[in-house]
């Protein structure tokens, strides 16, 4: 299985996988609570936070679902992470704008990205081109993470800033991390 998950991104079996960067940067930084949508490109990393006990961690059936509990849990005192596919990502301009940006919120969401480099889906390809601009809109600071040696300072610094500036951070996933979703013939 971890041959096979190393094929699938693009590095050798021993070396540490994007989605074992991701949990070590979420327990570093005390974020306990992963609320996600379910995703294919996800699947390891939901699972690997599943397995650990420092994470309360659940699937919601939106976006907005698990960007509101974020919001609540950040005003009871504890941090979160939100995880989610670009899709959905289409679904949360106003929970944006009218809770995580006026309400200083540091949400940290996890967003992989669909809709480039070789995506069979129009509507995949429409969000994809209106996320960026979406977050710019808003004012969010957001990141593409595209090389697994930059991953984790990426990633760790995008969460410090999101706390100590109480501002909500994306980081989106590229296929050039991930691998991407296996498109069948």
Known sequence: MAVAEAQT??????????????????????IRLVPYVPDRILTTLIRNIHADPFFTTFPTAR???AVGIVAGAWMAGM???VLMQTSGFATLANVLASLAVPYQIPLIMFVTERGTLGEFNYGQALVCRTMRPVLDSLAMEHHTCTRLDEFEFIADRSIKQAITTQAPVALILSPLLTGGKV???
Request: charged residues 40%; proline residues 3%; glycine residues 4%.
């Open 9 to 30: 991104t693009n590095q050798a079996p021993h070396e540490r996988s994007w989605h074992d960067v991701a949990l070590q940067t979420l327990k570093r930084n005390d």
């Open 63 to 65: 976006e907005e679902e």
């Open 79 to 81: 941090r979160g992470a």
């Open 183 to 185: 498109f069948d013939k």
